[in-house]
Nanobody, 120 residues
Framework: QVQLVESGGGLVQPGGSLRLSCTAS????????MGWYRQAPGKKRELVAT???????NYADSVKGRFTISRDNAKNTVYLQMNSLKPEDTAVYYC??????????????WGQGTQVTVSS
């Protein structure tokens, strides 16, 4: 089992920055992808960014050039650096972890979510 703990959310003014962190604990497999999703009130949960272990980044078009996803595999931690924040970025941000062994199906885990509010 894997547990995900998120931190870094809060209230920020338009144009400001926040850095989200998510640390995974438990039994972590080498084949895994970590990422961030978000959900605003009345909207579907959407992908923000993902980063496979040893792989390449993937971003939603709406955040390209503003957000940067990175990870520290020694710490089992994924980060989301959020710059030039806009009011439309306001949402609950969820950390996501998917993993498998060479013989297993994919297992998926979610963090509890952290609120990001961009407002004057």
């Amino acid at each position: 089992q894997v547990q995900l703990v998120e931190s870094g959310g809060g209230l920020v003014q338009p144009g400001g920055s926040l850095r989200l962190s998510c640390t995974a604990s438990g039994t972590i497999f080498s084949i895994n992808t970590m990422g961030w999703y978000r959900q605003a009130p009345g909207k579907k949960r959407e992908l923000v960014a993902t980063l496979p272990r040893g792989g390449s980044t993937n971003y939603a078009d709406s955040v390209k050039g503003r957000f940067t996803i990175s990870r520290d595999n020694a710490k089992n931690t994924v980060y989301l650096q959020m710059n030039s924040l806009k009011p439309e970025d306001t949402a609950v941000y969820y950390c996501n972890h998917r993993q498998r062994t060479g013989l297993s199906p994919w297992y998926e885990y979610w963090g509890q979510g952290t609120q990001v509010t961009v407002s004057s």
